[in-house]
């Protein structure tokens, strides 16, 4: 068999495998339109649980417009087959998250032989951004109240604000990643135009994104500054992209904790933690089990690699705001401080995937170390897409997403 034929059997592999992968992601968005359009219809008990038609009743009935989905909501109720479309609508974002954590996962593997192996780049990009939408906590029955209540998780399938947010999300953190990079000669106004709106949006669909975004994209302003040495007004007219959204977090706290609402949000170390977890810390630990594995081995990636730092500065804040805050009044109890934690989690799983490929292509000089970690690593991978999975299809049963046991 002469090269030309090798190559063209390699191709064709890698079209097949693309093909069927591709088919999976279709298969998922069509079987979340079924959730979602279950999750519409549900009034009590914990048949197909959800958020969802508590928030399409606040604009419907309340005429409260908390969210930007509130318009979307609204608009979709204009039609019949309104509980349809907006199942296909959410469905539809569901697939975003997956293609879009798939493209950002692809921008980070670039460096890995991208011209000459890059099909199979793309697909190993693909079923990552399958993989990780559908991870889950590592779950031991005993610890927490559930298979995701007491536990965090960046795989949300209940709450409709967040799936909104979090294809938004990637999305933020991909133009962010592209203006970052032209930090040193600039970047052009059509580039902070789309990433201010795009980081508006993000944050008039769900605030939780900018509290865990914001106070990452300060510290390396800041570090551009004294470091790098940029010009400081560059940085200022880069920074001045999150103003709109701070002024959407001030409207959104006057509309959820205004004193009319008899709702606030107070400083309580530790209590949105253990509210359904006897072991909150070891909990917070199996929740993102793989992603530690992962920074224990590559540790001093988060000084020599900014993409890989970001993730886990993110996850930091966001940690650090659900540890310290709780709220009071009729939110008491919904851990809605949780939102950017579980977007974060989304972020380090994506780094560290991307991070343990790299350690599987490289040449280290202890096989024995290396083939070690890969194994262990590679089970705690293995077992979050298990629970993930398992999660998933019990959700699509009608189990609630409290899911005891």
Not at 267 to 291: E, M, R, V, Y
């Amino acid at each position: 068999m002469n090269e030309k034929t090798k190559i063209i059997e390699k191709k064709n592999l890698q079209s097949g495998i693309a093909v069927l992968l591709y088919a999976i992601v279709l298969l998922y968005a069509i079987s979340t339109v079924y959730l979602y359009y279950k999750q519409t219809q549900w009034t009590h008990g914990s048949v197909f649980e959800s958020d969802l038609p508590a928030h399409i009743k606040m604009v419907i009935v309340d005429g409260w417009y908390y969210s930007l989905t509130a318009f979307v909501y609204r608009f979709l109720y204009l039609f019949p087959c309104r509980n349809i479309l907006i199942a296909l609508f959410l469905a539809m974002c569901s697939a975003a998250s997956v293609l879009l954590t798939a493209a950002a996962c692809n921008c980070l593997l670039s460096q890995w032989g991208r011209d000459k192996n890059g099909r199979a780049v793309r697909n190993i990009s693909l079923a990552a951004g399958l993989f990780l939408n559908l991870a889950m906590p590592c779950y031991i029955k005993g610890l927490t109240d559930g298979r995701y209540i007491g536990m965090e998780s960046a795989s949300v399938w209940h709450n409709s604000t967040y799936i909104v947010m979090k294809w938004l999300g990637i999305l933020c953190l991909i133009l962010y990643a592209k203006m970052e990079q032209k930090i040193q000669e600039g970047f052009s106004r059509k580039q902070w135009l789309v990433f201010t709106l795009m980081l508006t949006v993000t944050t008039g669909v769900k605030p939780s994104f900018l509290m865990v975004f914001a106070p990452m994209m300060l510290i390396f302003l800041i570090w551009d500054l004294l470091i790098k040495k940029v010009p400081i007004f560059r940085l200022f007219l880069f920074g001045c992209s999150v103003l709109p959204s701070l002024l959407i977090i001030y409207l959104q706290n006057v509309v959820l904790f205004g004193a009319q609402t008899g709702n606030s949000w107070i400083l309580n170390p530790g209590k949105a933690l253990s509210q359904h977890s006897a072991h909150p810390i070891i909990a917070a630990g199996l929740s993102i089990l793989f992603p530690l594995i992962v920074l224990f081995k590559n540790f001093d990636a988060l000084k020599k690699t900014r993409w890989f730092a970001s993730a886990w500065l993110m996850a930091f804040f966001g940690f650090l705001e659900v540890y310290l805050f709780c709220e009071t009044g009729k939110r008491a109890g919904d851990g809605n401080f949780m939102w950017g934690y579980s977007f974060a989690i989304l972020a380090i799983f994506l780094v560290s995937m991307v991070k343990w490929l790299e350690n599987i292509w490289e040449k280290g000089k202890s096989q024995v170390i290396k083939y070690g970690y890969l194994l262990v690593s590679g089970l705690a991978l293995f077992y979050h897409l298990y629970c993930g999975i398992y999660f998933y299809i019990h959700l699509l049963q009608g189990v609630s997403y409290w899911m005891w046991g």
